[in-house]
Nanobody, 126 residues
Framework: QVQLVESGGGLVQAGDSLRLSCTAS????????MGWFRQAPGKEREFVAA????????VYADSVKGRFTISRDNAKNTGYLQMNSLKPEDTAVYYC???????????????????WGRGTQVTVSS
């Protein structure tokens, strides 16, 4: 079992930056892959970014490519999502997620993730 806790959300203005963190505890010795998803009010949860267990492979949604950067520090059991040039349409609850088995990892597929955090709110004002 892996527990995930997100932090770093907040209220910012358009053009500002935020860095989200996702700290894992429990069975973290397997260094699971990690994904970030977001859900805006009235919308379905959507993929944002993902990173493999070593950090050598990253995947981004087109809507955030060039603005967001995903990274991880396995020594700290923590993943990060650096968000720059934020836009009002980035407003959402952001969730981090991890698969139970890295062999099942499909970066952008919600159903490929078994563990989810409770989310952190990001609000971008215009």
């Amino acid at each position: 079992q892996v527990q995930l806790v997100e932090s770093g959300g907040g209220l910012v203005q358009a053009g500002d930056s935020l860095r989200l963190s996702c700290t894992a505890s429990g069975r973290t010795s397997s260094n699971p892959a990690m994904g970030w998803f977001r859900q805006a009010p009235g919308k379905e949860r959507e993929f944002v970014a993902a990173i493999n267990w070593s950090g050598s492979t990253t995947v981004y949604a087109d809507s955030v490519k060039g603005r967001f950067t995903i990274s991880r520090d396995n020594a700290k059991n923590t993943g990060y999502l650096q968000m720059n040039s934020l836009k009002p349409e980035d407003t959402a609850v952001y969730y981090c997620a991890a698969p139970r088995d890295n062999s099942r990892w499909r970066p952008a597929i919600t159903g490929a993730y078994d563990y989810w955090g409770r989310g952190t709110q990001v609000t971008v004002s215009s």
